[in-house]
């Protein structure tokens, strides 16, 4: 009679161990995301601030930086001789999230919102390929390349470079 009261707690515990928690929290990589930073030259100096204005991480490419995914963030990157560049780091929606509908219900939605695990951040890899500071007033670009998780090319593109005044 005993067992039979041991295994029912344990298994009572499971199961409410997995319906307060979320399956993006579990599954998805929970409330925090690695980030690769690479580029051309190595050795690029970054910055990276959260969307509130706080520096959260610097650091020299190659680097690999673990942020929480309920925040948005900009990267600066510096290199002598070269343009600066920024670029964004979005969050879109971890599609673990979805795993609640079928284990954790409300509360599985609320742990991985709240907790910020419902998040992904993009791009995961962020690979950037410096330009040469020109000396006259002629047009910098910069070709800045996103990548997913598995290093494939989600999209490139060219774009102008603005002075940044100080």
């Given at each position: 009679?005993?067992?039979?009261?041991?295994?029912?707690?344990?298994?009572?515990?499971?199961?409410?161990?997995?319906?307060?928690s979320g399956c993006a929290s579990i599954l998805?990589?929970?409330?925090?995301?690695?980030?690769?930073?690479?580029?051309?030259?190595?050795?690029?100096?970054?910055?990276?601030?959260?969307?509130?204005?706080?520096?959260?991480?610097?650091?020299?490419?190659?680097?690999?930086?673990?942020?929480?995914?309920?925040?948005?963030?900009?990267?600066?990157?510096?290199?002598?001789?070269?343009?600066?560049?920024?670029?964004?780091?979005?969050?879109?929606?971890?599609?673990?999230?979805?795993?609640?509908?079928?284990?954790?219900?409300?509360?599985?939605?609320?742990?991985?919102?709240?907790?910020?695990?419902?998040?992904?951040?993009?791009?995961?890899?962020?690979?950037?390929?410096?330009?040469?500071?020109?000396?006259?007033?002629?047009?910098v670009s910069a070709l800045v390349r996103l990548?997913?998780?598995?290093?494939?090319?989600?999209?490139?593109?060219?774009?102008?470079?603005?002075?940044?005044?100080?």
């Amino acid at each position: 009679m005993r067992k039979h009261t041991i295994t029912r707690a344990a298994g009572f515990s499971l199961v409410l161990a997995l319906s307060t928690s979320g399956c993006a929290s579990i599954l998805g990589g929970g409330t925090s995301q690695s980030v690769s930073l690479q580029g051309e030259p190595t050795g690029i100096q970054y910055t990276i601030r959260a969307a509130s204005g706080i520096q959260v991480s610097q650091g020299q490419t190659p680097n690999q930086v673990r942020l929480a995914r309920n925040q948005e963030y900009q990267i600066e990157f510096a290199a002598p001789g070269f343009q600066p560049q920024k670029l964004a780091l979005t969050k879109g929606l971890n599609g673990w999230v979805w795993g609640n509908l079928v284990v954790g219900w409300i509360i599985g939605f609320g742990v991985d919102f709240i907790g910020g695990a419902a998040w992904k951040l993009e791009p995961s890899v962020v690979d950037v390929r410096m330009v040469r500071a020109a000396d006259d007033a002629s047009v910098v670009s910069a070709l800045v390349r996103l990548l997913d998780a598995e290093g494939k090319l989600i999209r490139e593109v060219t774009l102008p470079m603005v002075p940044v005044e100080r």
